[in-house]
């Protein structure tokens, strides 16, 4: 078992897969990089599976992938499958922004995959290539058909923002009841790489619109979740809303992110992280979980949304 220096209990690691991205999102990633990282630095999924099966043998029983955007790595079906031989009863989960799915949901349900949360911040096709800077709502739209027709369990993320899709927050909430999916809705999160003029919305102004139009019941967090449940009043329908700012899941977080480069990330907002790539390179995987053990110690106790901005790329830490 792999406790952090708090004496929390770590059994989820989150792996990004690639920073890059098809979307540029305000609230993530405005503008390409200056440079991406070069493929060749990048852990290749040999590597990653390495670590991925002592990560497990240490304990890990839920793995997220990922990034920047994980569908854009060439054979994910292949490493889903690796993963999911290896350990059938994992708890494998996918996180993307859905455009690359109508292709490709078949292939990673085969391989093993059994839940998705995709990425739809709007219903408007002109809003959604705003926050993404790309026309890209037909494609999502048909990637949560796909993969709900596949039987792929869906959930959707919704970052609202003032003045930009803030008036869908129902629509979306509308949406995902109709297709059986819950929602999350995500606060904006403050980042030094987003762009600067964007304004989120805290959890109680996104609950303020919801309440616009359904009575709202709170059920409360479902283990280490950081997601708050709501259950529309008259309906057995359940959403989540995801607010940082309070940081009062922070103590019982289950948590660790591996960067696609092979860093060992604590907590999302921290810049604090330590590489396993040469040990996992050098077949030093003795000491790769050594580096795991170091870098769990030294788990800060609570993110700092509340009160600052982080420097970290949600497109390299994953969000
Ligand atoms: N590309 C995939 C996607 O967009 O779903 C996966 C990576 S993305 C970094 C993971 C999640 O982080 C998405 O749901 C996205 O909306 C969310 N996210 C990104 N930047 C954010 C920010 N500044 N505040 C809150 N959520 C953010
Ligand atoms: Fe890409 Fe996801 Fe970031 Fe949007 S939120 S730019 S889709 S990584």
Redesign the pocket.
């Known amino acids: 078992m792999l406790k952090d220096g708090h004496g929390r209990i770590v059994n989820y690691l989150r792996i ?1 897969l690639t920073e890059r ?1 098809n ?1 540029r ?1 305000q ?2 990633m405005p503008e390409k990089p200056f440079s991406w990282v070069p493929k060749e630095n990048l852990l290749s999924f040999e590597e990653l599976f390495k670590f991925v099966k002592v990560a497990i043998d240490e304990g890990i029983t839920k793995i997220r992938l ?5 569908t854009l790595r060439a054979d994910l079906d292949k490493f889903i499958k690796m993963i999911c031989d290896y350990k059938p009863s994992i708890d494998l989960a996918m ?4 455009y690359l799915l109508s292709e490709i949901a078949k292939d990673l349900k085969k391989a093993g995959l059994k839940r998705l ?3 739809l ?1 709007s219903l408007n096709p002109k809003i959604a290539k705003l926050i993404a800077g790309k026309d890209v709502l037909e494609n999502v739209l048909k990637g949560i058909e796909a993969s709900l027709a596949v039987g792929l369990k869906v959930k959707l ?3 609202p923002l003032l003045g930009v899709n803030d008036r869908e927050i129902v629509d979306i909430l509308e949406f995902a009841k109709e297709r059986g999916v819950q929602v ?1 809705f ?6 030094v790489h ?1 762009h600067s003029n964007l304004k ?1 919305m805290n959890g109680r102004e996104i609950l303020e619109r919801i309440k616009e139009k359904y009575e709202i019941e709170k059920i409360g967090r479902k283990g280490s979740s950081p997601a708050f449940l709501y259950k529309l009043k008259g309906s057995d329908y359940i959403f989540g809303l995801i607010d940082p700012h309070k940081h009062d899941f922070c103590e019982s977080c289950n948590r660790i992110r591996l960067t696609a480069e092979g860093y060992l990330i604590p907590c999302l907002y921290f810049d604090e992280a330590m590489s396993i790539k040469e040990a996992v390179k050098q077949g030093e995987i003795d000491k790769a979980v050594e580096i795991l053990k170091e870098v769990l110690a030294n788990k800060p106790k609570e993110n700092r949304w509340g009160y600052a901005t982080s420097n970290r790329a ?2 390299e ?3």
């Open positions: 990004s991205c979307f999102c609230y993530c990922t990034g920047g955007e994980p996180t993307t922004n859905g949360n995709i990425s911040d993320n919704m970052v999350r995500i606060e904006y999160m403050e980042n987003a989120g949600f497109y830490t994953g969000g």
